[in-house]
């Protein structure tokens, strides 16, 4: 997701407004300076998320900027809701290296999620219960993750000032927290891990190792003076 969502409003469509979809972030912001040549019986717009609504047009196009204006506000009144709406049906949400600082409410059908290094983010909303796949690393700002979903089977909070974790879910099986400076401990691990990496954590102790555990990556940690039982 960018800082704002791209859109055409044409009242004569078959669907009166439907999310502009480019390449790139860049073509978006490049498509944003256009100016038109002629009149158009659409309209390009922009949804920002401070909630402004900004429509281009030029002279003689079937309505005008304030008119689309209104009516993409009568529909959506706020960022969160069109946000809602233009995601409806998506799975992967990549958000990484932005300067978002708050996510609307994410999509129920969403199933991966990575806003890695995203340094505004303080706080993730609740998180969809078919989500696989969390990568919030690099979350400079971000202090404490929510419930873990049931199904999650990747979670990558490295380099971030999380003190600890929540219950990890049962079908966890990458779990990536290394440069957590703060963590000193982790919850009990679930019997499917299978990558554990913990590099430059404050961790003094390790929990019992799942047997199926086949990367281990303990570097750095200073205060750690044994390790448990190794996996055979």
Known sequence: M???????????????????????????????????????????GHYLQD???QCRG??????TPAQCEGFIRSKWPTFDEFFAWAVKGLTHLDCFGTSIAVLPPLPAGLTTLNCWGSTEIAVLPPLPAGLTHLDCGGCTRLTKLPKLPAGLTTLDC????????????AGL???????????????????GLTHLNCFGTSIAVLPPLPAGLTTLNCG???????????PA
Not at 177 to 185: A, E, L, R, Y
């Open 158 to 169: 490295s380099w971030t000032p999380i003190a600890s974790l929540p219950k990890l879910p």
């Open 220 to 230: 750095g940690c200073t205060r750690l003076t044994k390790l448990p039982k190794l």
């Open 51 to 53: 909630g402004t609504i």
């Open 58 to 63: 030029v002279e003689g196009d079937l309505l």
């Open 2 to 44: 960018c800082n704002f969502i791209s859109f055409l409003h044409e009242p004569k469509g078959e669907v009166d407004v439907r999310v502009w979809q480019l390449k790139s972030h860049a073509e978006t912001r490049a498509h944003y300076r256009l100016t038109d040549t002629g009149p158009n019986d659409y309209h390009e």
């Open 173 to 191: 099986m990458y779990l990536h927290c290394w440069g957590c400076t703060s963590i000193t401990s982790l919850p009990p691990l679930p019997a």
